[in-house]
């Protein structure tokens, strides 16, 4: 047997200067692979990016109006809807004078009639009933006072009948518990393309505000189901994000820009940022788009109580996300293209607006994503 003492010294030396060299070069030869890969990545990632930059430019140079001009062009256009509507049903006949309990009382500042929290259960509707009939098209306001808030709720939609559902039987009575005069707006897009939320909410609040006249807009993700009625669905002073606390997020808000849910705002601060950027195909950032654009107008994020803005989440399949490289980059330029790149610039064909019972639907088609997404 060899003992330790009989391998010369040099040798030792010798077998740890090998070992050592092995090491570095397996070290380098794998972080080169690594190193290549990135170089490669990166270009590939450079190169969309530049693509995204191409579409980005095309629509600077679509000749987008003002957004104050917009703003002008879409009250005109407002009024006009509102006029041809009046003819429609005067010549139709159907303008009749409301038989409703006249009352020049404006309806108490706190609603006398609300719950507070409320029993969900995610996998059926409510058993809660709206205490009287709606009228077509989901809208309804009190009979006994004036509503203090006119709200239209906007509920971004494809393929998820079943939440539908599980949200309007809950969502009617608290509204009506409310006192506000309301009218739910289902927007859903055309087709299989990838889903666009912010585009249609966008769309859907040029063409809400044709039919139904407010100054207070509620978008309303319909997987989210209220758990309090003192939540109110109303527009205060600032841009209120409403669903503060969500069960499948532990109650908890996740970040301070957060806005993503169910998120209220005036008229005239959804115009003055510009509504939604259109640009965010697929899942992701778009909620903190806007949030941005929110605060960079000067604008603040105001919330309800967390004990009170609490929802519960139907559950569903999460949606792949956008490729993060894209909705990173759209997000950090965000503002910079706040004055051409919203409501003042999205494109749209309205296919069908139907009154159904309990809410106006709107089939958009809002084309498919510019290659390179
Ligand atoms: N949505 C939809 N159909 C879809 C994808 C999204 O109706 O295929 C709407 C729906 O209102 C949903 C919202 O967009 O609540 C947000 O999407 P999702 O629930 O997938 O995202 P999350 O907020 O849960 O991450
Ligand atoms: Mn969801």
Known sequence: MLGRRDVPPVL???LLIILILLTLSQILVVHHGRFRATV????????ELRRLDINLQQLLHQNVPSIDTHRKLLQNERNEARIRNILHRASEGTIQISNRTASNQRCPLIPPNLFGP???NTTTQSSDRASEELEFGGSWRPKDCIARHK?????PYRDRKEHLTILLSYLHPILQRQQLDYRLFVVEQFGIQTFNKARIMNVAFIEAAKVYS??????HDVDLIPEDDRNMYSCPEQPRHMSVAIDEMGYKLAY?????????????HFELVNGYSNLYWGWGAEDDDIAYRILYSGLVISRPPTRIARYKMVKHTKRKPSDWRKRIRLLYTGTRRLQYDGLNSVQYKLLSTKLHDSYTHFLVDIGKPPQGF
């Not at 301070?256 to 005239?268: D, F, I, K, P, S």
């Open 12 to 14: 030792l030396l010798l």
């Open 40 to 47: 490669r990545g990166r270009g590939r990632g450079r190169t």
């Open 118 to 120: 409320i029993r969900v």
């Open 151 to 155: 709200v239209a709720v906007i509920i």
């Open 214 to 219: 407010s100054s207070c807009v509620v978008f």
């Open 256 to 268: 301070e820009e957060l806005v993503g849910g169910v998120l209220a705002m005036r008229n005239e």
